[in-house]
């Protein structure tokens, strides 16, 4: 007879990067129910963008995620934007587009990494985390800084990349190229790899849908859905079609972000080949009135923004729908019947951002 028990997996865990804590329902060492709870980043950061003008929001929404900080950013800043009726120069939706998949890389590569170490893989784990790190000399270079590069603004960018940054751009994408090839080899056809993720935590394309699933974990599914794909910034101009997987596993999941990294590498090649010349910002005089919703595609999938403003410099309501959060309802289908050694593979392959998710 099957003895259940009630163990709590989290806060602190060595595969979260972040505290969540799921209250997991065991017949022996089989999982039939999990339970999540949330709650202990909570920073009341919606409240506190009511008491910020709408340029010190900039900065504000920058640390709802550090990894994703800035299309945290162009989100907010298109919202305003909207309100504001402000037309973005060329060149400063070619700079968000370079700095928005420089971002996507550096988040693919560190889920990556955490997700080697979810099942033992530490020599990948430290590769993954060595490249990365060129990224972030990178971000630090033409942003200003490692993470959080506050290179955003209403209106454009605050920075431009002189053509000494643009070599050295194309010659670190190169190099990362080069070194990241191998280890996607090694991801998608290592034998122990796909025994820890074929057929873990599988999703099927309708619950998928039915439960919102975005980002990696709807596309590993077969859903092709991107926000991308709507144009928005300069990617109506550049050459892109979304990563998507049928499996509905783990390993599907996986395969996605693995082929999002040297997409990402073609996108930033692509649009500094077309960066046009001009202004990298226009004047944000006024004050916003009205209400807006921005959507982009954040590295875990599509996040939304609803600003309501009423034409002062203060936003009367900010809302934030980060992608994790639609992805809690999909992890919680994957968990019940798999074995408690797959939980930790499961939750790091939804990429969970727990930080965004509770601000």
């Known amino acids: 007879m099957a003895i259940q028990s009630l163990i709590p997996f989290g806060p602190q865990h060595p595969v979260f990067p972040e505290p969540l804590q799921l209250r997991l329902v065991l017949e022996d060492e089989k999982v039939v129910e999990a339970l999540p709870a949330l709650g202990y980043v909570h920073r009341g950061l919606e409240k506190i963008a009511q008491q910020r003008d709408i340029l010190q929001d900039v900065f504000l929404v920058e640390r709802v995620c550090g990894i994703c900080s800035f299309i945290h950013s162009v989100s907010y800043c298109r919202g305003v934007e909207m309100l504001m009726g402000l037309t973005v120069p060329d060149r ?10 420089m971002s996507r ?19 990948l784990f430290m590769q993954s985390f060595r490249l990365r790190e060129k990224v972030l000399d990178l971000m630090e270079a033409t942003g200003g ?18 053509p000494d940054l643009i070599k050295m751009i194309r010659t670190t994408l190169d190099d990362v190229e080069r070194e990241l090839e191998p280890i996607i080899v090694t991801m998608r ?14 999703l099927t394309k309708e619950e998928a849908y039915e439960l919102g699933a975005v980002g990696p974990v709807a596309r590993g599914c077969g859903i092709q859905m991107d926000f991308r794909t709507t144009g928005y910034e300069a990617y109506g101009d550049l050459s892109f079609k979304p990563v998507v997987f049928e499996g509905g596993d783990c390993y599907a999941r996986c395969k996605v972000r693995l ?21 990298i910002a226009v004047p944000a ?22 600003l309501r403003a009423n034409n002062t410099r203060n936003l009367e309501r900010l809302r934030i729908r980060t992608p994790t959060f639609a ?13 408690l050694a797959d939980v930790p593979v499961i939750v790091l392959a939804i990429d969970p951002c727990i930080s965004c998710t509770e601000r």
């Open 92 to 101: 400063a939706r070619y700079l968000r587009v370079v700095w928005s998949e």
């Open 105 to 123: 890389l550096h988040s693919h590569l560190l889920w990556l990494g955490l997700m080697s170490d979810s099942f033992g893989f530490e020599n």
């Open 145 to 162: 800084n490692r993470v959080i590069m506050s290179s955003c603004c209403i209106g454009g960018v605050r920075r431009d990349l002189t």
């Open 189 to 202: 056809d290592d034998y122990t790899v796909q025994q820890r993720t074929v057929g873990v935590g599988r």
């Open 259 to 279: 082929y999002e990294m040297p997409q990402s590498i073609a996108l930033m090649r692509e649009a500094l080949d077309k960066l046009p010349e001009g202004a």
């Open 285 to 306: 005089k006024g004050n916003p009135d009205g209400e807006a919703i921005s959507r982009c595609e954040q590295p875990r999938g599509e996040v939304i923004y609803y």
């Open 327 to 339: 992805n809690l309802a999909p992890l919680l289908k994957m968990l019940p019947g798999c074995h």
